[in-house]
């Protein structure tokens, strides 16, 4: 199956600092999925970017397909940022199940 | 909005026991998904359903059991807990439609004693 690997696994930023999270993945996809999962457990989807860049407010994300990465940007970050990031993709064979990177764990202290 | 909701957030329950874990959407969607969360290793997937009564293995379904008897909510079986499935337990769902965009629910934190 496809490999994701996600990079850092851990980030400790000051509020206010920049960060580029990285996620490496081992085949051709279909689907690429940003996720931000909250110190409560709640996941929430911040992007659906299978190729190409998109922002949303201060994140955001570019994936590059045919080199087998995504980035996701936070700019100014804030204390409400702190969580585990995870990159999810799907393959390209019809099938739709998603393959879970082992996520970015983000501390943004004040 | 969408709305995924899980029975339990907290359950504590003692080895050979059989649990239930259940999930509701709200949404009318059709693909419904059992994950868990280990740390280090991200969300593996446990089991996943396209349709009432009907179900796929994921990558780990040992030990687990589904059911889904009507579109709206999709049940985990834990037939004999073991210590080894203390776990955080997430459901997920996705519209046919777009089933890329995948909506969780707040997870079930399980320990197995």
């Known amino acids: 199956g496809i490999q994701v690997e996600q990079s850092p696994p851990d980030l400790i930023l000051q509020e206010g600092a920049n960060s580029t999270l990285r996620c490496n993945f081992s085949?051709?996809?279909?689907?690429l999925q940003w996720f931000h999962q909250n110190p409560w457990g709640q996941l929430i989807n911040l992007f659906y970017?299978?190729?190409g860049t998109k922002q949303n407010g201060r994140l955001s994300a570019t994936t590059v397909a045919t080199e087998r990465y995504s980035l996701l940007y936070i700019s100014s970050s804030q204390t409400t940022d702190s969580g585990v990031y995870f990159c999810?993709?799907?393959?390209?064979?019809?099938?739709?199940?998603?393959?879970f990177g082992t996520g970015t764990k983000l501390q943004v202290i004040p | 909005d969408v709305k995924v909701t899980q029975s339990s957030r907290y359950l504590v329950k003692r080895t050979g026991e059989k649990v239930f874990l259940e999930c509701v959407q709200d949404?009318?969607?059709?693909?419904m998904f059992w994950y868990r969360q280990d740390p280090g290793l991200g969300l593996r997937l446990i089991y996943f359903?396209?349709?009432?009564?009907?179900?796929e293995k994921g990558d780990i379904p040992e030990g687990y059991s589904v059911s889904r008897e009507k579109k709206e909510r999709f049940s985990l079986i834990l037939e004999s807990a073991s210590t080894n499935q203390t776990s955080m337990y997430l459901c997920?769902?996705?519209?046919?439609?777009?089933?890329?965009?995948?909506?969780f629910g707040p997870g079930t934190r399980l320990l197995v004693l």
């Open positions: 949404m009318d969607h059709e693909n």
């Open positions: 999810a993709v799907g393959g390209t064979g019809g099938y739709q199940k998603v393959t």
């Open positions: 997920a769902s996705t519209p046919a439609a777009n089933a890329w965009t995948q909506y």
């Open positions: 970017i299978p190729s």
């Open positions: 359903s396209y349709d009432v009564k009907m179900k």
């Open positions: 085949d051709s996809v279909n689907n």
